[in-house]
């Protein structure tokens, strides 16, 4: 599984990913400052599941229908990179073959999977 890691959502979450054995992209180690269009463009073309916790995503993908390859939006209130951790580690220990395609919206006490979006 492939994931890339939005600027906001800390290097330490891909790093976390990689050691994981995933394949993990950190846009704030790799391309600092890119556009989110840009951010979203590169998933998809580039076959990565987004992990962000910027709501602009959630709106690109949820209202505007923005092509994805599967999107995780962390609504945390507690932002430290542990707790993102922690919260991708439940995720995906209970969830990971449910990513591909789906907007998720991943919470410290939920998780809410949108319909698979439209081929």
Known sequence: MRFLADECTSPAVAQWLARQGYDAFS??????????????????????????????????????????????LLRLD???????????????????????DRFVVVTEEQVRFSRPRNK
């Open 27 to 72: 846009v704030f180690d790799e391309l600092p400052g890119i556009s989110d269009e840009e951010v979203i463009r590169r998933a998809y073309d580039e076959r990565w599941i987004l992990i962000t916790n910027d709501k602009d995503f959630g709106e690109k993908v949820c209202r505007r229908g923005h092509p994805h390859q599967g999107a995780v």
């Open 78 to 100: 507690n932002e430290r990179s542990a707790n993102k951790i922690s919260v991708l580690r439940n995720l995906l220990s209970k969830y990971a073959d449910r990513l591909h």
